[in-house]
């Protein structure tokens, strides 16, 4: 009877972490899905005619940190599992486990994996180049939305231009 009542504590607690996981997954791609309707909304529009009080980069810089934060939940997470389906598949040294622990810790441990076991372990090495290349997600993602000048020539003659500058 302690043994079932332990093993139902256990899944809990482990099914409790699969929701976590496909929470933040479901998370990540709602924010991705709404970085592309604010880049739809912004599409060939000056800024003076962005109807919200906030301003679409302004939008776009939230919303792929958070997809991005979210996103990176789920892989580290998918990390720290596939270590062991890399161990119960073939026996590998010891130091595998401390090269998939690193590389689910962040990008210098995701580094290192994919020169230490890139023709090893090719799911968990697809896992850390999305976790280098996140790492490129937002300032990328704060050039997308460019807002040109414009230029306008005056046809009247002998007259000059004037505008204001406000300096405090």
């Known amino acids: ?5 332990k093993a139902a504590y256990l899944s809990t607690k ?13 998370l990540s791609i709602i924010s991705l899905v709404l970085v ?8 060939n529009r000056s800024l003076e005619k962005w109807a919200f009080p906030i301003q679409p ?7 792929t940190t958070l997809g991005k934060s979210a996103m990176m939940v789920s892989i580290t997470s998918s990390l720290s599992q596939l270590k062991w389906q890399h161990f ?3 026996h590998c040294p010891l130091s595998h486990l401390d090269i998939l622990d690193e590389a689910s810790r962040g990008p210098w441990g995701s580094f290192t994996l994919l020169f230490r076991l890139r023709s090893i372990a090719l799911l968990p090495c697809v896992f850390t180049f999305v976790t280098l290349a996140s790492l ?3 300032p990328a993602a704060q050039q997308i939305l460019e807002f040109r000048t414009r230029r306008f020539e005056l046809d009247l003659v002998n007259q000059t231009a004037e505008f204001s500058m406000a300096t405090t």
């Open 14 to 26: 482990t099914g409790s972490w699969r929701w976590w996981e496909l929470g933040a997954t479901f």
């Open 1 to 5: 009877m302690f043994n079932s009542r």
């Open 136 to 138: 490129g997600i937002e």
């Open 36 to 43: 592309v309707a604010i880049l739809f909304l912004a599409s």
């Open 88 to 90: 119960s598949q073939k």
């Open 57 to 63: 980069n302004f939008l776009v810089a939230v919303f």
